[in-house]
């Protein structure tokens, strides 16, 4: 039996958490509809609860490791049985492009499956976030928000909502820049961490409950310069937090800031940008204008590859 999950991309961004993965500020994501992970599994009877799991035909031990200490955490009731997935990208992992949140969605539609728990979807996102925060924004497809705000009706800090977007955003591509495909040597998790003791922390959750009302309202209007301008302010916050954290590090790539520039000079189309926590760069921009991005990543190619994708606004 297989299951799927989107990736997603976030253009107010999740960065601080707290008690049981709750968010430390509401943030509101695009699903992707090519970038997927992909799993398959075969569940046997066991004296006790196994899990083995293999990314792209290799086990991988540490993703067990992670697994297992997050299944602790939960309140789920596990059998005894031996669960053998197996899992795959149609993206390059740990490169920015929000592997965790695809990977940890699809698990927790497996676990609904095997145990039976026949979730709906606001409790198989609660149980998707458990694994990893992000994850919750895609177990549904279109513009997803997470955490309670007033202005979104049922909206929680447990589960993500869906958004209703203006049809100016119902046909954006996603193109994504990929500078440097090297697992990342920070994890997000780690990051999050840092946001305890980090200087700036209460100043950013509230500049991002404040972004989040805006662009939630952006969205809606259609809104593309309050929308584009956003996004693009979120990436460069999210980076700075990291480069201002205590250790401070820093996940973005000289190509990344090449490419930036070459984008403020050279491109010429309505368009705005994000990078999630690696130095890959996510290029959005409608539909009519993708001879454009095209014909400038011809001549500008300080990037590794491009992996074309699609918005997905319902
Ligand atoms: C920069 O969801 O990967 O992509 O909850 O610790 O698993 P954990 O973190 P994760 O953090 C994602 C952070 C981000 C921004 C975002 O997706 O909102």
């Known amino acids: 039996m297989k299951f799927s999950a989107h990736s997603n991309i976030a ?46 035909d290799q086990r991988n031990l540490s993703f067990e490791k992670k697994i297992q200490e997050k299944l602790k955490k939960t309140s789920l009731n596990l059998s005894s ?24 969605a699809c698990f927790a539609k497996i676990l609904d499956n095997t145990l039976n728990l026949e979730l709906d979807s606001k409790s198989l996102s609660s149980l998707a976030r458990e694994f990893s925060g992000s994850a919750c924004r895609s177990i549904k497809s279109g513009a997803q928000s997470w955490g309670e705000v007033d202005y979104i009706e049922g909206s929680s800090d447990k589960y993500a909502s869906f958004v209703k977007i203006h049809e100016r955003f119902h046909n954006l591509r996603d193109t994504i820049i990929v500078v440097d495909s090297s697992e990342k040597k920070v994890s997000s998790t780690l990051g999050h961490s840092l946001m305890n003791k980090h200087s700036f922390a209460s100043a950013r959750f509230n500049q991002a409950r404040e972004h989040h009302q805006q662009m939630v309202e952006a969205l809606r209007t259609g809104d593309w310069d309050t929308f584009s301008s956003l996004t693009i302010h979120e990436a460069w916050v999210l980076h700075s937090l990291m480069q201002s954290a205590d250790p401070s590090f820093c996940l973005l790539r000289p190509d990344t800031l090449k490419m930036i520039e070459a984008l403020n000079d050279q491109l010429n189309i309505p368009f705005t940008y994000t990078m999630d926590a690696g130095p890959n760069i996510h290029l959005i921009y409608e539909d ?22 699609e918005v997905s606004y319902e």
């Open 11 to 56: 253009l107010i961004k999740y960065w601080g958490k707290h008690g049981h993965q709750l968010p430390s500020n509401p943030s509101i994501s695009f699903s992707l509809k090519k970038c997927q992970t992909i799993m398959s599994f075969a569940k046997t009877p066991s004296e006790e609860f196994k899990l083995e799991f293999f990314f792209e």
């Open 81 to 104: 049985f031996h669960l053998k997935i197996k899992s795959e990208n149609t993206f390059p992992h740990s490169c920015g492009i929000a592997s965790s949140a695809s990977s940890m």
């Open 288 to 309: 009519k204008y993708h001879q454009d991005v095209l014909n400038f990543l011809e001549v500008h190619r300080f990037y590794e590859s491009i992996i074309e994708d």
